[in-house]
């Protein structure tokens, strides 16, 4: 697997460090005397060589990481969920949840493949139960005794291993179910919000169509009052000129 490499990968460097810690220790203390290099020479030349090493294996470790990230390959993770009791076709059927969808379908998804995977095991346990019983009855059956009980050890082992896992992502799924009730909740106070916005600006712009339509009456009236200002005064002054007519004709006359 590709983890179990990566694993031995990355404890080179931790062990290149520790030994060239070591080793400038040893060289410390024993002191040797060389004719060509000083202590201080001979310790450079060993974080050197140290320092050098460990970035080579980081530099492989970093290496195999892309080259396994171009692959675009699923988890090896995986692997360790397969039984040794039923074909990994079921978890592989899981992986086209993999590319895309919902985190709760993926939960679901693998919640109902461990639900089979340990009602499967549930019955392999009474079976092999019944098959140890038979054993034990028997007056030859010693081998078969234990390696039945040591097979039923580990299936136990694995049931109970699958159930913890279960119960994890059966405590996730409520989780993802909370978190899109959350969102939901969230998703309906802000389309109250919106909507009480809306009805705010649809009154805002009642009132300013009012207001508006109270402003033209206005002007109109404005507009009247001002023509029949006009007429008052054309008829003030045509009175005017007519009494100043009249005034003159009398001096006249008079």
Aim: net charge negative.
């Amino acid at each position: 697997m590709f983890s179990q490499k990566l694993k031995n990968i990355i404890r080179l460097p931790f062990a290149t460090i520790a030994y060239g810690t070591a080793l400038m220790l040893l060289v410390m203390v024993w002191k040797p005397h060389f004719s060509i290099l000083s202590l201080s020479a001979l310790l450079r030349i060993i974080m050197t060589a140290e320092v050098l090493c460990a970035g080579s294996i980081m530099s492989i470790y970093i290496g195999c990481v892309h080259q396994y990230n171009a692959l675009n390959s699923q988890p090896d993770v995986l692997k360790s969920l397969y039984s040794a009791l039923q074909p990994s076709s079921d978890l592989e059927e899981l992986s086209r949840y993999h590319d895309g969808g919902r985190l709760s379908d993926q939960q679901m998804a693998l919640l109902q493949y461990q639900r089979e995977n340990i009602h499967y095991l549930s019955e392999e346990i009474l079976r092999l139960q019944e098959c140890l019983s038979k054993y034990e009855r028997s007056d030859d059956g010693s081998t078969p005794q234990v390696d039945l009980a040591h097979l039923l050890a580990a299936r136990d082992q694995e049931l109970r291993a699958l159930s913890a896992e279960m119960n994890q992502v059966q405590s996730e799924l409520r989780l993802a179910r909370n978190l899109i009730a959350e969102r939901d909740s969230e998703f309906q106070r802000i389309r109250t919000t919106n909507n009480q916005y809306i009805e705010e600006n649809e009154r805002l712009r009642a009132i300013l169509a009012e207001w508006s339509a109270r402003a033209a009456k206005l002007e109109r009236a404005l507009e009247a009052e001002k023509f029949s200002s006009l007429e008052l005064q054309k008829k003030i002054s045509k009175l005017r000129n007519q009494t100043s007519e009249s005034i003159e004709s009398h001096e006249i006359n008079i």
